[in-house]
């Protein structure tokens, strides 16, 4: 098992480009989770899924969007990319919703926004 | 609203001697913590749950709900222990299913 994927694992643009990011699992997850990782502010939740077909807002959702069309992926896209969306992304996953369930992490991507 | 305090940014320590990493937490409801770790240039992974009551690598974590805390403890550290901890709390999201809240880490660095 290749457990959870992310491409690309870099990443440089201009402002106003758009991109998407794709994160894919192979463990039959039903839930999944973007993230974003900044110096000194430890690991902000961005968009979740709680299964095929559906999404919803996390803590700073706002520039990015996001789809589940297939339950093995979960993608992000920026529309217009900012320099302040330069960080570090990642996806995660876990099996149910449940309090106690650790979630999987993907390598992360490391996006530029110059 | 759920928050997790990690307040120290960096702490260095000497091989064999203990390590404690601080974890405060601000929850209403009954709280499931987790440490997270992530060593050089690999993924996010966990390392031990509260629910599980286990010691991994050597390292403890005590959840004290009057201190509102959960320090992660090891006695002696290692080198291979150099890497960033986070502290997590669990709690609800619309739709259902859980979301982990993360403290603002803590890199352990272990020196010689």
């Known amino acids: 098992n290749a457990g959870v994927t992310q491409t690309p694992k870099f990443r440089v643009l201009k402002t106003g480009q758009s991109m998407t990011l794709l994160c894919a699992q192979d463990?039959?997850?039903?839930?999944m989770y973007w993230y974003r990782q900044d110096p000194g502010m430890g690991l902000r939740l961005i968009h979740y899924?709680?299964?095929?077909?559906?999404?919803a807002k996390g803590e700073v959702p706002d520039g990015y969007n996001v789809s589940r069309l297939k339950k093995q992926n979960f993608l992000l896209g920026l529309e217009s990319a900012a320099p302040s969306q330069t960080s570090v992304y990642f996806c995660?996953?876990?099996?149910?919703?449940?309090?106690?369930?650790?979630?999987?992490f993907g390598p992360g991507t490391r996006l530029t926004v110059l | 609203a759920q928050r997790v305090t990690q307040p120290e940014k960096l702490l260095s320590v000497f091989k064999g001697a203990p390590v404690e990493l601080k974890c405060n937490y601000s929850?209403?409801?009954?709280?499931?913590l987790f440490w997270y770790v992530q060593y050089s240039r690999q993924r996010l992974q966990l390392l031990l749950r509260?629910?599980s009551r286990e010691s991994i690598k050597g390292f403890t974590a005590d959840l004290n709900k009057g201190e509102t805390s959960f320090h992660l403890k090891k006695p002696f550290a290692q080198e291979e222990d150099s890497a960033m901890y986070y502290c997590?709390?669990?709690?609800?999201?619309?739709?259902?299913?859980?979301?982990?809240?993360f403290g603002t880490g803590t890199q352990l660095k272990v020196e010689l």
């Open positions: 929850y209403s409801g009954s709280p499931e």
């Open positions: 509260h629910i």
């Open positions: 995660a996953s876990t099996l149910a919703g449940g309090p106690y369930n650790e979630q999987f």
């Open positions: 899924s709680v299964g095929e077909g559906t999404t």
């Open positions: 997590a709390l669990s709690g609800p999201v619309t739709g259902g299913g859980n979301k982990l809240t």
């Open positions: 463990m039959n997850h039903e839930y």
